[in-house]
């Protein structure tokens, strides 16, 4: 299993990096990233059922589609992404949850009381989403993909999410509200000193690197750079695509 720590924070191209190692790598990849503040919607999702569009805009906050299906996640500084691509094993589900087993190791070990529900997602105390995942699978791969909230702005996250000019007419698929919690906040409740999101996502990077024996984090190299960036322009900063529906 390779590990690939994006050097960007930008959500337009980490996500077009998920597509790109999706498709044009044949290895197992983990990727992992941390996205400036950003609306990411299912691929078969209706924007203006999802998001504030006029509260997104007066904070800055860009929406994204992205290529696996699924609700609507809010992504920030304080938000880290783990992001599993693999070759089908044909033995094995598409549908099983083990890409969750090393985020579970890492989570219970620092004694959270962490469990896996029924839509792949993670749960606090049975109470608090701490996670939401969503898959894309094709013939030959599949990509698994979550978020893990550890000090995000839950205000923004609310408001951002709410929308207030839903088209019930619209064929699409509608997100499923949850109650949320940050990580830091619980650890802070049973009196734990608490690292910074930057180097509690470097701690938690580490424990993966330890989890699957990997000595070397890879990079992207400056061509599929130059590659993601051409799919950012051409599909990931596009109207067409993020406006479909």
Not at 60 to 77: K, N, T, Y
Not at 212 to 229: D, M, R
Not at 235 to 241: A, R, V
Request: hydrophobic share 35%.
């Amino acid at each position: 299993m390779q590990i690939i720590y994006s050097t960007s924070n930008s959500p337009t191209f980490n996500l077009a990096a998920e597509e790109y190692l999706f498709t044009e790598r044949q290895d197992d990849l983990l990727f992992l990233y941390v996205n400036e503040p950003s609306v990411i919607i299912g691929c078969n999702q209706a924007i203006r059922n999802e998001v504030d569009l006029e509260y997104c805009a007066q904070n800055e906050i860009r929406i994204v589609r992205r290529m696996s299906g699924g609700g609507a996640v809010f992504h920030d500084l304080g938000n880290l992404n783990f992001c599993y691509i693999f070759n089908k094993e044909e033995s094995k589900s598409s549908l099983n949850t083990d890409f969750l087993k090393p985020i579970v190791k890492i989570l219970t070990d620092l004694g959270v009381p962490v469990e896996i529900g029924k839509r792949k997602d993670l749960w606090l105390q049975s109470q608090y989403k701490i996670s939401g995942t969503a898959s894309h699978v094709a013939k030959n791969r599949e990509l698994h993909h979550g978020t893990l909230l550890y000090d995000t702005n839950l205000k923004l996250l609310e408001k951002s999410l709410s929308s207030i000019q839903k088209d019930e007419s619209v064929k699409a698929i509608a997100s499923v509200p949850s109650k949320v919690k940050n990580l830091r906040t619980w650890f802070e409740g049973q009196g734990q000193v608490t690292l910074n999101a930057v180097d509690f996502f470097v701690f938690f990077k580490n424990r993966l690197f330890e989890i699957y024996k990997s000595e070397i984090e890879t990079n992207l190299s400056e061509v599929e750079k130059e590659e993601i960036q051409f799919l950012v322009e051409s599909k990931y900063l596009s109207d067409n695509w993020t406006y479909k529906k």
